[in-house]
């Protein structure tokens, strides 16, 4: 009796030990076979989660047309000239603008959302400014938000701006263009072109405008209005800023001039001032 149940015993440790083995073999298997369906399963999301752009351009004038894409992506296009993108869905910004023969910028800039779809964009110069159409899926879309369609901008009005100023601010300085008014997309092309001009110079250092936003905001320095000098300078003082630069844009008759201040901020001095036709 002792022998037999040692052997019964014997015969049930190993039927367990086979039991767990076969138990551990499948539990191993199941993983296996769950991380590849997850891997599938996020391929196939993060596939689908792609909408398809074409950028044409229609019109026939000289010159090539640049073309950004959410501000990063830089594009050239010749006349005619057609491109494909592949975007993540959600919101999109397209900004073109070219150079035209009087050395004025035409400019235009559409948003759009897309969601898994196929989207044309079109961008047609005309006389006095760049349109841009769009169609989802060979649908129209209307209602779609243009931040600006016109926008001629003389670069002999920026640089001319630039040469007044430029030589009154100390070599080494470090400057922050605060800001110009009115907020849009002219004061924006106008900001960038005067800081990439003082950034070329190899004169200056510039505050990164995006950077100057950012903190703007999170400090809560009112710029709806009109900018104070004091308000400038204190922007100024928090960047460890030399000189500050405000402008604004005025408008008569047909007629747009770009008027620059710069403030010393140690002083807060006027030490340069300018007034150019765009």
């Known amino acids: 009796m002792p022998v037999f149940e040692r052997i019964d015993i014997g015969i049930y440790d190993k039927l367990l030990r086979i ?29 689908i989660q792609q909408s398809e752009v074409i950028i044409t351009r229609l019109d026939d004038y000289s010159g090539i047309m640049k073309i950004s894409f959410d501000g990063e992506e830089k594009m050239y296009f010749n006349i ?46 005309s006389y006095n400014k ?31 701006a630039y040469n007044t100023i430029s030589p009154l601010i100390p070599n080494g300085s470090k400057i922050a263009i605060v800001d110009i008014k009115p907020n849009n997309s002219d004061s924006v092309y106008i900001l960038e072109e005067l800081m990439l001009l003082f950034v070329n110079s190899k004169k200056f250092t510039i505050v990164d405008r995006q950077t100057l936003e950012s903190i703007r905001k999170e400090q809560r320095f009112q710029m709806s209005g009109e900018v104070s000098d004091e308000t400038a300078v204190s922007i100024g003082k928090f960047f460890g800023a030399n000189v500050v630069i405000v402008g604004n844009i005025t408008t008569s008759g047909r007629q747009r001039r770009l008027r620059l201040r710069v403030l010393d901020v140690k002083t807060a001095q006027v030490i340069a001032m300018s007034s150019d036709i765009i």
């Open 80 to 125: 005619g000239q057609m491109k494909k993108l592949i975007v993540k869905n959600g919101y999109h910004v397209v900004h073109a603008e070219i150079e035209m023969y009087d050395y004025s910028t035409r400019r235009g800039t559409m948003e759009f959302n897309c969601n898994n779809e196929y989207v044309e964009i079109k961008v047609k110069t």
């Open 19 to 47: 039991g767990d083995m076969k138990t551990h073999f499948l539990s191993i298997l199941f993983l296996v076979i769950f991380s590849f369906s997850c891997t599938s399963i996020a391929t196939k999301t993060e596939y």
């Open 130 to 160: 760049i349109d841009i159409s769009i169609s989802k899926n060979n649908i129209p879309t209307e209602n779609l938000k243009i931040i600006t369609s016109t926008g001629s901008i003389r670069m002999t009005g920026i640089k001319g």
